[in-house]
């Protein structure tokens, strides 16, 4: 089995997980979570409550914010509400709707994340309504694209300090990215 191999044999033998076999993953150790958690070294997932608590994410030394639900008809804090603070800001309109197409944020995002936790100090909190779906897509498409990990290594990673449950298309997008980079991946590791 591939357990029993090194880490490398098998993330060159990993394939893609199918869209249920994402949603059992995450259905795996559900566990109650707050308003906030920290998901990764200095990346923070949270919901439309911490978002609008600026007290709460200056205690937590939060330096940039993703809001995955930008807009007036959603949670609408923007770089405005946080003018008073030292906080960078990116907003991101989103639906948390199947067919709500993230995808092209994810690099965007990505990149600001990374500005974000390579500035001094810096802490990156990604909200939505309830930082579960938007918030957490976002968050795994990070991680993919600027950590090397899998679409699984980067649910189970996030899922140990919060529970989190992208929606069917935000799964399908981010597999499609997994696809993708896991393509990329090989092909880089085939000699010329």
């Known amino acids: 089995m591939a357990g ?5 044999a098998s993330k060159d033998k990993y394939e893609t997980p199918s869209i249920s076999e994402l949603q059992r993953l995450l259905m795996v150790n559900r566990k109650s ?8 070294p200095n990346i923070y997932i949270g919901d439309a409550y911490t978002a609008r608590d600026k007290g709460t994410l200056l205690n937590l030394g939060i330096t940039h914010i993703v809001n995955a ?3 007036i008809h959603h949670i609408n804090t923007g770089a405005k509400y946080y003018s008073d603070t030292q906080m960078h800001y990116l907003g991101v309109e989103a639906d948390d ?3 709500f197409d993230l995808s092209p ?3 965007p995002t990505a990149k600001f994340i990374r500005a974000g936790l390579n500035s001094p100090k810096g802490k990156v909190f990604v909200n939505c309504a309830m930082g579960v779906s938007r918030s957490a897509t976002l968050v795994l498409a990070y991680l993919m694209i600027c950590k090397n990990v899998t679409l699984v290594e980067a649910i189970k990673a996030v899922c140990e300090h919060r529970d989190v449950f992208p929606n069917s298309g935000f799964l399908s997008q981010l597999r499609q990215l997994d696809l993708a980079l896991t393509l990329e991946r090989r092909k880089k590791k085939k000699p010329q």
Do not use: I, S
Not at 33 to 40: D, I, P, S
């Open 33 to 40: 979570t707050g308003h906030v958690n920290e998901v990764w």
């Open 4 to 8: 029993h191999e090194d880490k490398q």
């Open 105 to 107: 944020f994810f690099y």
């Open 97 to 99: 709707d199947p067919e």
């Open 69 to 71: 639900a930008h807009g």
